[in-house]
C-alpha cells in the first residue's frame, strides 16, 4: 500500500496556523488507502531562544528520511537577520541540494490585484536554488570603518547552471505554450550572464519544439506588469528569481496566494514545500492568515510525489473557492482551510 512519510516545520508566526490548514486538506485529499505520517520538528526562531541551535545535524540527518518536508515559514524580528535564513533555511536548501525552486503563478479569479481582468497569467518560475549569491561566498575588510569594503560574490558554476536549465527546458516542453524565457543581465554580469546564455542556447539546440527568450532583468520586471501574458516558463538565477517571484506573487493576487517548492528532482533527498510568504509576526496567532499559499504548497508537494490527480484537485478547489469568496467578509485561517478541505474531499 502507498505511505507518505512527511516531515512538517511549522516555524515561526502564522507558520503553525497555515501548516494546520495545508495538513488538514491534506488528509482531506488523499485516498483511503495512502497511509499519512506526519512527524513535527521544532526548529525556528522559538528554539533558537531556547538553545541557540538553528539545525543541529541529528535533525539534518533525521530530515533526510522523510519523503518530503512541508515548511511554514522562518523567522522573527527578535532573532538578528541572517541567523535563521543562513543556520536553517538556506541549510535545508543546500545540504538537500534543492537546485530547482519552483513558483507558479497563476491569476486566480477574485484576487486582489493590479491585473484583475488581464488576460490569463499562468507562468512558473524556475529559479536555481543552491548558487548565486546566496552561496556565502563574500567577505568584509576594515569593517565598521569608513573604509569598509564588502564583496558578495555570486557563484556561477556550468554543472548548476546546466542542471536548472535543462530542468527548465523539460517543464516548458511540457507544458501547451512551451515557451521559455532567460532572466538574467549579461549586459553588466558577463561572467555569469555568459555562462547563463552559453548554456541555454546549448540545450535549447536539444528542445527545437520550445520557443525561447531572452530579457535583461530589469525588463523582466516591467513585462511581468505591463505584459505577464507573455510568459510561460522563466529560467533565472537565485537572487533574480528571489525578487522576480515576489513581484510575480504580488501582481497575480498576492502573497497569501503563492507557492513554492524546493526540489531535487534526482530524489536523492527530500524535496521541501513552502508558501513563498514570511511568518507575519504583525497577525499571527490571530487567525487572519491566507492558508491558501501553504494549501497550494501542498498541491506541490503532492504533484512532486506522483499525486498527479490529487494536487490538481487541490488546485481547481483553490479556483473554486475564490470565485465565490466575491463580495464575502474576510474569513479566518480555520474557515478558509475548512472549506477548501471540504471541496477536496472525494
Ligand atoms: C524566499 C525568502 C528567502 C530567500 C529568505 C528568507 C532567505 O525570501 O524564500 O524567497 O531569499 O530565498
Ligand atoms: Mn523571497
Redo the contacts with the bound molecule.
Keep these: 500500500s502507498r505511505s507518505i512519510d512527511l516531515a512538517v516545520i511549522p516555524g515561526d508566526g502564522i507558520g503553525q496556523e497555515v501548516v494546520t490548514q495545508g495538513l488538514k486538506v491534506l488528509n482531506a485529499v488523499l485516498p483511503q488507502d495512502v497511509k499519512l505520517e506526519t512527524k513535527e520538528y521544532d526548529l525556528g526562531a522559538q528554539r533558537w531562544h531556547r538553545t541557540g541551535e538553528t539545525l543541529p545535524d541529528a535533525e539534518l540527518e533525521a530530515l533526510k528520511g522523510h519523503d518530503a518536508i512541508l515548511l511554514g515559514a522562518?523567522?522573527d524580528p527578535s532573532v538578528p537577520s541572517g541567523v535563521l535564513?543562513r543556520g536553517l533555511?538556506?541549510k535545508l536548501?543546500f545540504a538537500f541540494d534543492h537546485f530547482i525552486?519552483l513558483r507558479p503563478s497563476k491569476l486566480f479569479p477574485n484576487t486582489a490585484t493590479p491585473l484583475a481582468g488581464r488576460p490569463e497569467i499562468d507562468f512558473v518560475v524556475v529559479r536555481e536554488g543552491t548558487e548565486g549569491p546566496?552561496t556565502g561566498n563574500g567577505g568584509s575588510l576594515r569593517t565598521g570603518t569608513e573604509h569598509e569594503v564588502a564583496t558578495e560574490v555570486s557563484v556561477n558554476t556550468a554543472y548548476g547552471v546546466e542542471r536548472v536549465v535543462r530542468d527548465a527546458f523539460a517543464r516548458a516542453a511540457a507544458r501547451p505554450r512551451k515557451k521559455l524565457t532567460l532572466v538574467h543581465k549579461n549586459n553588466v554580469l558577463v561572467y555569469a550572464g555568459h555562462l547563463w546564455k552559453n548554456t541555454f542556447d546549448k540545450v535549447a539546440a536539444e528542445y527545437p519544439e520550445v520557443s525561447t527568450d531572452y530579457l535583461h532583468v530589469d525588463a523582466a520586471t516591467i513585462f511581468f506588469v505591463t505584459q505577464p501574458e507573455r510568459f510561460d516558463v522563466i529560467v533565472t538565477d537565485?537572487l533574480f528569481g528571489?525578487i522576480l517571484?515576489?513581484l510575480a506573487a504580488a501582481v497575480t493576487g498576492g502573497i497569501g496566494l503563492a507557492a513554492?517548492g524546493n526540489i531535487n528532482p534526482t530524489g536523492a533527498f527530500p524535496s521541501m514545500f513552502?508558501p513563498?510568504h514570511?511568518t507575519a509576526p504583525d497577525i499571527a496567532g490571530q487567525g487572519k492568515a491566507d492558508p491558501t499559499a501553504t494549501i497550494l504548497s501542498v498541491a506541490l508537494l503532492l504533484r512532486h510525489l506522483g499525486y498527479e490527480a490529487e494536487a490538481a484537485r487541490i488546485e481547481e478547489a483553490v479556483s473554486a473557492d475564490l470565485a465565490e469568496r466575491d463580495g464575502k467578509q474576510a474569513r479566518t485561517t480555520d474557515e478558509i482551510g475548512d472549506a477548501l478541505a471540504v471541496r477536496v474531499a472525494s
Design positions: 522562518i523567522g535564513e533555511l538556506l536548501r525552486n546566496y537565485n528571489d517571484t515576489d513554492s513552502e513563498v514570511g
